[in-house]
């Protein structure tokens, strides 16, 4: 909420079936202004733009594809979401050190141990499981997608509702 009261941009990044994830829930944001005719979130997903994790991986490797996204696009106050079940992905938890640089704010969804992720976000939702038990951690991930951009859609149509009664009663 804070991000779009500031008009800062959050931005999302995971790999395999968590970049589907990942590009979900940014969509899902995304859509939360048309839902209540309002205005909603600022959204990008790190992993749904082919010309440049293609052409980062091939130039600079794979382990940069989401930190050079940051590097250039992300500004003090954006929010990153990493969505990684092992919470190690290396570019993953590239892109999460320069975003803590860069003065944003990192929200880590993890399963297994946690991994380095869970250590360095600020904020983080952890799925606890056994190692190699994706399916779970990635659907409990989706379901708290859900869950979220629900809870965002009630907070902004109690704003907006109160808004309204309070510009009646002038």
Known sequence: MQARD???????????GS??????FAQDMG???RKIK?????????????SAVTAISNDYGYEQVFLLQIENNFDAGDV??????????????????????KGGVTVGLVGFDGGRLAQICDHVVHVKSNKGEYGPVEDIHLVLNHMIVAYLILELKKGSQSCKELHRVK
């Open 80 to 101: 990153l979401v990493v969505i990684s079940a092992s919470g190690n992905s290396p570019n993953v938890v590239k892109a999460v050190e320069l975003a803590r640089q």
């Open 19 to 24: 970049a589907a994830t990942a590009s979900h």
């Open 31 to 33: 859509e939360v202004g």
């Open 6 to 16: 500031h008009d800062k941009t959050i931005y999302f990044a995971g790999n395999g």
């Open 38 to 50: 309002e205005r909603g979130f600022r959204t990008v997903s790190l992993n749904d733009n082919v």
